[in-house]
């Protein structure tokens, strides 16, 4: 089986940095991903990590650490469009297994 | 252009009355999942398929059915059997291909009248 744990909520100020962590306990690891969710909307991929290291792209950040089954989503230059749920998943090991296990998600407030 | 398509967007069901939403894909992907989502629970699978005419329960499969006729169509049945449905349910395709994300339609809200 497997266990995310993520903050339920956080709030930040416009233009600032945040970091959104992730710990996660699984039987096999086959990868962490990351979306965004807005509400009453569709979750949206952000990000893949499943080898050790900080992943880029524009203004959002992902990092893994397998050893220590850790992650975490840092977002830059906050926007209030950033205002979302920040959903981490993660992929079993298991022989052809293509299943997510998600976190409750992170709701992120991103105020003036 | 290519996505995931829910039908309907909001639902009401009945007591004692099946009811089932769909969901179609035209990105090509093998597997395919139905995932329920709950406030502050966040999304539990309840059925998936790799390939067509084979599905496998997840997490919360009771009170639902689901067939993979088409590699496009995945429809989920929400059964008299299924005591609290009122949730919003969401659908995801993927390629099988272990650094491929799911993509996810734009969710079906079920409540019960």
């Known amino acids: 089986g497997q266990n995310i744990d993520q903050p339920t909520e956080m709030t930040a100020t416009e233009g600032a940095i945040v970091q959104i962590n992730c710990t996660y306990q699984t039987s096999g690891f086959n990868g962490l991903f990351w979306y965004q969710q807005h509400a009453g909307e569709a979750p949206t991929f952000l990000s893949y990590n499943v080898l050790d290291g900080l992943e880029e792209k524009g203004r959002f950040s992902s990092f893994l650490s397998r050893s220590k089954g850790y992650s975490y989503l840092l977002l830059k230059e906050l926007q209030m469009k950033d205002s979302a749920s920040y959903l981490c998943?993660?992929?079993?090991?298991?022989?052809?297994?293509?299943?997510?296990?998600f976190g409750k998600g992170t709701k992120l407030s991103v105020i003036p | 252009d290519g996505g995931i398509t829910q039908s309907p967007k909001y639902l009401f069901r009945k007591e004692g009355q099946n009811v089932t939403l769909s969901c179609e894909q035209n990105?090509?992907?093998?597997?395919m999942y139905w995932y329920r989502q709950d406030p502050g629970q966040g999304l539990r699978l309840i059925y998936y398929?790799?390939?067509?005419?084979?599905?496998q329960k997840g997490d919360i499969a009771e009170g639902y059915s689901v067939s993979r006729e088409k590699k496009e169509s995945f429809p989920l049945t929400v059964t008299s059997a299924q005591k609290n449905p009122t949730a919003f349910y969401l659908c995801a395709s993927s390629a099988i291909s272990r650094n491929q994300p799911q993509h996810f339609g734009d969710g079906t809200r079920l409540s019960i009248l």
């Open positions: 398929s790799q390939i067509v005419n084979d599905f």
């Open positions: 990105l090509n992907h093998d597997a």
């Open positions: 998943a993660v992929r079993d090991s298991g022989a052809g297994s293509y299943q997510l296990t």
